[in-house]
């Protein structure tokens, strides 16, 4: 779109405010008008933006042994913008949009000094997970908690415990997710989202597991006692992810340690999403027989 000289805009406002007769060539100038203001704010919004992410990246710097230059960085920035405006209307945190692009810039500089070009995954989607997981990080340190997370994990696992005491076994992640009136693709979100600010506990560990994606506990103990016991109980965690085929180990390394959607994961193992389900499932049944076998003294 051809931008006006600034006289001819002010000139433009003059005539419509005072002239009583609004021709359609005014309405024109006046819906060209506007589109200027927006564009020049957003412009300043976007260059101030980088200056924030900038300045974090220049705090934060490091030799960048990776391959990935200087100006190659720059050109994430709005991938930067893009996360942090996710998070930020999800989420809603009590956190400002700068103090997203601020922290997702970090994860940005820490992708680039961390990525090995040997890696099978691109730098994009790498630089993804880094920048998404520096955000939520500090969220963490806020000890914040979405309210409508937290409801939808609480529904998440009445609904499971008793489908599995009506039916015997757990429900898919498909039918929780109907039966919870969201697609499977928010199920997974929450989840993601939920799991980097409230961990789930361990110690109970079922069957429903696959569905609710419980896997690592916070060592939330209220004695010595109970904390020896969630000690022994993540060392055999440890033990049990070792022994699990390389395809389930690598599924539940990139969905609960890198926090990957099943979608990403999918790209990156260069298989299809359900496939990718097939192992999660599999793999946390797997653990949790092994865990409830060693909580019941027979490993």
């Given amino acids: 779109m051809r931008l006006l000289p600034t006289r001819w805009i002010d000139k433009t406002d003059l005539i419509l405010r005072t002239s009583g007769k609004q021709s359609w060539e005014t309405k024109t100038l006046a819906t060209q008008t506007e589109n200027i203001h927006e564009e020049r704010l957003a412009e300043r919004s976007r260059k101030h933006l980088n200056n924030v992410a900038l300045r974090a990246y220049s705090g934060q710097r490091q030799s960048l042994q990776s391959g990935i230059a200087d100006g190659q960085i720059a050109e994430f920035l709005p991938m930067v913008h893009k996360i942090a405006r996710q998070v930020v209307t999800y989420l809603k945190p009590p956190l400002s949009f700068e103090d997203m692009v601020s922290a997702g810039a970090v994860g940005l500089v820490r992708a680039a000094r961390d990525f090995d070009p040997a890696h099978k995954a691109e730098f994009k989607t790498y630089a993804y997970i880094r920048i998404r997981g520096a955000i939520l990080d500090e969220l963490r340190c806020w000890s914040f908690v979405p309210t409508n997370l937290n409801k939808r994990i609480r529904q998440a696992q009445q609904l499971t415990r008793k489908i599995t005491e009506e039916t015997g076994t757990a429900p898919s992640d498909s039918e929780l997710a109907e039966r919870l009136g969201i697609t499977v ?8 989202n939920a799991r980097a600010q409230h961990f789930m506990s361990l110690d109970d560990s079922s069957e429903e597991s696959p569905a609710l994606g419980r896997l690592l506990a916070a060592p939330h103990s209220n004695s010595p006692n109970e904390h020896i016991e969630k000690a022994e109980l993540v060392e055999k965690l440890a033990e049990a992810i070792e022994q699990l085929l390389e395809k389930q180990r690598q ?29 999660h499932a599999s793999a946390l049944f797997s653990l949790s027989t092994k865990l409830r076998q060693w909580k019941d003294g027979r490993l």
């Fill in 185 to 192: 693709e928010e199920l997974y979100e929450t989840f993601e």
């Fill in 251 to 279: 599924v539940v390394l990139l969905y609960y340690q890198q926090q990957l959607t099943m979608k990403q994961i999918a790209e990156i193992m260069e298989i299809t999403e359900s496939r990718v389900s097939q192992l």
